[in-house]
């Protein structure tokens, strides 16, 4: 106990009385000293003789005060402070190299930030509820939405503590003064802000007993943006009325602002609505897909718990609901981080891409520093060998120089963070293209500041810490006489090794930034094999409907009302269209033609009605299109696209012959015509396979229908006529009308957004590789001032000077560009599906356009140096020396 | 024999020895351990100071400024109780050891 209060008090001592430990230890080596003299006196040497030996055998003064200081065991601390007061010095002594090491970090930093904030905002962070850590996302059945009875069912089944649902995906018609706007209401069931205690900023939320379903509740919630652009921010909001599909709401209450909703990905609905029977009339239909399930878990019960308990409920019910085949949990997650779901899986790909590629820049970014301090080290070895010279130990100078990193990357990464604050506004003021109410609300929370702290980590560890080695790392004595170390004999310098990785990084970002952006280019051109221009979409939805009704007669009128409209072309019924977000593919087995082996046969399969082709402008290439003839009595018949005809018709002419689906007994099809290619699910797919059947030939109970119209002029005005004449059909379905062009900005939002921020970092670290490059290869160059002096001596000429310099600066840059593409045909691969058609992940002026553009800053960045060194005088090059 | 040829550790436990007996100066240690080696053992400055100051700091010698006997301030180094038991187990393992490695290389 005594010697641990001992160790203690000493300890302390040291730390806090570090100057009087210091002046001690001088006191300490001071007598000692003294002491050898006296005896080298007592042994006959003159005082003057004594001294000096006493001083020769003593060693290095500076080294023993470093070691003991080591063994007291405080020195770390003492000097992390001495060296960051030392260090700032010294860099504000060297501006420029402070700014250009302080803008690279500054941009690579940035771009990290911004994609982290990006990736949280979407999907990492929690929505805003109560305790996020007790609720979670439910999927049960095979559906990705549960009937109300099931919701019903479950809540009263005590398998979890409550269950709450909500659906986003209908559309209301608001009563804005005298003109109607279509918005997209989030309807939930009673209980949902008891259960998941989203918060009300004003006024309050409708309560499980007020707002049942059963009771046809006029209650709304409304969001704060709404509130403050929709309803110009009225303080006397709380009892205003709105009116929704021509009824009457009461607004309960407000949301608090960048509410992230429940639903995640930022979509944020208007208003918030209790299910009721005025909106959805059939919401109680026992089959109806109505609403996705949140549960609240009990206190005390585990996500396993939880599940199994979910499990075992719904599977009762679903035997009760005479289904034996779908019961059961399939997802199972907490809210908040990315869910199990393909939207979640496939945002998180690209989340995750936008995370690598961002990462790469701060890499360029690091590697620039890195060849910047590098540079600096060299200059610098007078002064690191002077400190090793008098006993300086090598840790001390090591920990130092990564001080001085840490400076940069600190200042580097606020300004990083200066710059992404400036990007998440300009962010969080543009409104995305999509037909989702989505609102990005980018913040900068401690989650963010804590990546940031991360970063500054990184950058130190990958910016510093070879330089600092480098340079301590350094034979004495040339080192002192400023002479060069003979680098130039050598093959592998640390400068040639990270000029290499440098460029291999920077090839491969750029490979990828370009290859994005020449997607981008190429969507906009590119053909999806329909005419988009002059069309209009509308989709119809029999959710409140009948859904196991045929819904072709009302389909087959709605055509004809609409054909029978001014202005229309054409118009035509179908069960999806291509490239909208619904596509699937099918794969059976299917004995065709006189073949009598079953092949397994892959397609896009559409069902569609008569005059489809035409609506679309798909041009039939033989047979016919569908006539209304084709109907459930007639013989089946099914047009195929030109890929199905050259996979699995051998390119033989299909028209006539047959084909038998074998696990389907419906007999056989007859081909009766074929069509152009197109593209199915999205742009950038390998051309696939398809076959287009009559919708009345095969209708399984749609939920959703589209009618295409060809317009002759602007389809635009033609939007609200077409509404009203389906609306008059039948009150019912619900209607959405747009152009195709902007209905199909959503398949190429993924390419969009993809393109512009992968161009963007694409364009900063080329910028920054750019510079990096010049940098680190005009200034080996300029080292060898002196041997081209020499050389220029001896009568070389200045062709043969700039042709060494050039190749030496191109093996390197040429080494590393040839790793880079080698990498980027590898990293690029996965890439594909975002890609449009006619551009593959390893398209050559992508890589060659790299290629060309490093080769081109290296010749540049060895010539200009060397054409100068060139016409040095030999004999003042020699004297710089 | 230069320090960096001691067997590492051994630097310590001549130390806490040459303290058994009196205490003493950074100075006088150095100058005992050299003398009752024969001169085989000198030890230098860089490896001493450091070597006290981490026993100081592991509680196994205390130190005080007194007076030698020419009337000159010293830092005076001496055992503690620690250093004593530390002192007491290292001798009788270094006896173990050198005996074995005798045997060893006598019989072997």
Redesign the interface.
């Known amino acids: 106990m005594q010697?641990?209060l001992?160790?203690i008090r000493?300890?302390a001592r040291s730390l806090v009385r570090a100057h009087r430990a210091d002046a001690?230890?001088n006191?300490?080596?001071r007598?000692?000293l003294?002491?050898?003299i006296?005896?080298n006196i007592a042994n006959g040497m003159s005082p003057d003789e004594a001294r000096r030996m006493a001083l020769a055998n003593?060693?290095?003064v500076e080294?023993?005060r470093e070691?003991?200081r080591?063994?007291?065991?405080v020195h770390v601390i003492e000097n992390i402070a001495r060296d960051l007061r030392y260090t700032l010095r010294a860099l504000k002594r060297e501006p420029m190299l402070l700014v250009a090491a302080a803008v690279s970090i500054a941009l690579g930093a940035a771009g990290n930030i911004a994609v982290f904030s990006l990736a949280r905002a979407f999907v990492l962070a929690p929505p805003d509820v109560r305790e996020p850590e007790r609720l979670v996302y439910v999927g049960t059945s095979h559906r990705s939405h549960a009937s109300y009875q099931r919701w019903l069912d479950l809540e009263a089944s005590g398998g979890l503590e409550h269950f709450a649902g909500y659906s986003f995906e209908n559309e209301v018609n608001w009563l804005d003064g005298a003109a109607a706007v279509s918005i997209m209401p989030m309807m939930v069931t009673a209980n949902f802000f008891e259960v998941t205690g989203v918060p009300v900023a004003r006024g309050r939320g409708f309560s499980s007993t007020e707002a049942r379903a059963e009771l046809d509740p006029h209650v709304v919630v409304v969001s704060h943006d709404f509130w403050q652009r929709k309803l110009a921010g009225d303080s006397a909001v709380i009892g205003r009325r709105l009116m929704l599909n021509g009824a009457s709401y009461t607004i309960l209450g407000v949301l608090p602002p960048h509410l992230r909703g429940v639903a995640g990905f930022g979509i944020s609905p208007s208003v918030y609505v209790p299910l009721n029977k005025t909106l959805l009339p059939d919401f109680a239909r026992p089959n109806a897909r109505m609403v996705k399930l949140l549960g609240r878990l009990k206190p005390e019960q585990s996500l396993v718990e939880g599940r199994a308990a979910v499990d075992a409920i719904d599977r009762r019910l679903a035997r009760l609901a005479g289904d034996t085949l779908y019961g059961g949990v399939q997802d199972f997650t907490l809210v908040g981080g990315l869910g199990s779901s393909k939207m979640s899986r496939t945002v998180g790909v690209f989340i995750a891409l936008l995370g690598v590629v961002s990462l790469l820049v701060l890499l360029i970014a690091c590697a620039n520093v890195a060849g910047l301090l590098i540079a600096r080290g060299t200059r610098r070895r007078q002064e690191i060998a002077i400190r090793l010279a008098i006993g300086g130990s090598r840790g001390r100078l090591v920990q130092q120089l990564l001080i001085e990193g840490l400076w940069l990357a600190l200042i580097g990464t606020a300004a990083g963070l200066a710059l992404s604050l400036g990007f998440m506004r300009v962010v969080n003021s543009i409104a995305l293209p999509v037909p989702i109410p989505i609102e990005v609300h980018l913040s900068l929370d401690h989650a963010v500041f804590l990546s940031a702290i991360g970063l500054v980590v990184l950058t130190v560890v990958a910016c510093a810490l070879l330089p600092a080695i480098h340079a301590t790392r350094l034979t004495l004595v040339p080192a002192l006489k400023r002479e060069e170390p003979f680098y130039i004999m050598r093959r592998f310098t640390a400068r040639g090794v990270l000029l290499t990785g440098q460029v291999t990084v920077s090839t491969v970002l750029l490979v990828t930034a370009l290859l994005f952006l020449r997607n981008l280019t190429r969507a906009q051109v590119t053909d999806p094999g329909f005419e988009t221009d002059h069309a209009l979409m509308a989709q119809v939805g029999f959710v409140q409907g009948r859904p196991d009704a045929d819904h072709s007669a009302f389909l087959q009128a709605a055509v004809e009302r609409i054909a029978s409209l001014p202005g229309v072309d054409a118009a035509a019924y179908a069960a999806w269209i291509p490239l909208s977000t619904r596509g699937s593919t099918n794969g059976q087995s299917a004995r065709i033609g006189d073949n009598p082996n079953a092949e397994h046969v892959e397609f896009a399969k559409h069902l569609v009605g008569p005059g489809y082709f035409s609506a679309m402008g798909i041009r039939v290439s033989g047979g016919r299109e569908f006539l209304t003839t084709d109907g459930p009595g007639a013989p089946r018949v099914a047009i195929i696209n030109q890929e199905f005809v050259r996979r699995y018709f051998r390119g033989a002419n299909p028209i006539g012959q047959r084909l038998r689906f074998v696990d389907q007994n419906g007999g056989d099809i007859e081909i009766v015509g074929v069509v152009t290619n197109g593209k199915y699910i999205t742009l950038g797919e390998d051309q696939r396979a398809a076959m287009y059947i009559p919708l009345r030939q095969e209708s399984d109970g749609l939920r959703v229908a589209f009618l295409i119209t060809r317009t002759r002029g602007e389809p635009i005005p033609l939007v609200k006529p077409m509404r009203d004449a389906l609306g008059e059909l039948d009150r019912s379905v619900s209607v959405v009308v747009e152009p195709m062009s902007s209905a199909l900005r959503f398949a190429l939002l993924p390419s969009r957004v993809g393109g512009a921020i992968l161009g963007t970092l694409g364009v900063l670290g080329l910028v920054l590789a750019a510079f990096g490059l010049y940098a680190i290869v005009s200034y080996n160059v300029s080292r060898r001032v002196g041997e081209i002096a020499i050389r220029s001596a001896l009568g070389a000429s200045r062709g043969a000077i700039l042709r060494l310099a050039i190749r030496d600066a191109s093996m390197h840059v040429g080494v590393g560009v040839a790793l880079g593409l080698g990498i980027s045909a590898v990293v690029t691969a996965p890439l594909r599906t975002f890609l449009v058609a006619g551009l593959s992940a390893t398209d050559p002026a992508a890589f060659a356009g790299t290629a060309l553009v490093f080769l081109a800053v290296s010749v540049a960045a060895s010539w200009l140096p060397a054409r100068h060194a060139t016409r040095v005088s030999p004999v003042v090059a020699m004297h710089l020396e | 024999m230069r320090p960096s040829d001691l067997i590492q550790g051994t630097l310590d436990v001549l130390i806490l020895k040459s303290l058994a007996t009196e205490s003493r100066?950074?100075?006088?240690i150095a100058?005992r351990i050299q003398t009752v080696s024969g001169d085989v053992l000198q030890i230098?400055?860089?490896s001493l100071?450091?070597?006290l100051?981490?026993l100081?700091?592991?509680?196994m010698i205390?130190a005080e400024w007194r007076q030698?006997e020419?009337g000159?301030?010293?830092?005076f180094y001496s055992l503690?109780k620690?250093g004593r038991a530390q002192l007491d187990a290292e001798l009788s393992q270094w006896e173990r050891l050198s005996a074995a490695i005798k045997l060893t290389l006598k019989n072997a």
Do not use: I, S
């Open positions: 010697r641990l001992d160790v000493l300890r001690e230890l006191r300490e080596l007598a000692h003294e002491l050898q006296e005896e003593f060693g290095g080294n023993v070691e003991a080591d063994a007291r065991g | 100066h950074g100075w006088a100058k230098k400055q860089g100071y450091p070597a100051h981490r100081e700091q592991q509680g205390r030698n020419t000159r301030e010293a830092k503690t620690a």
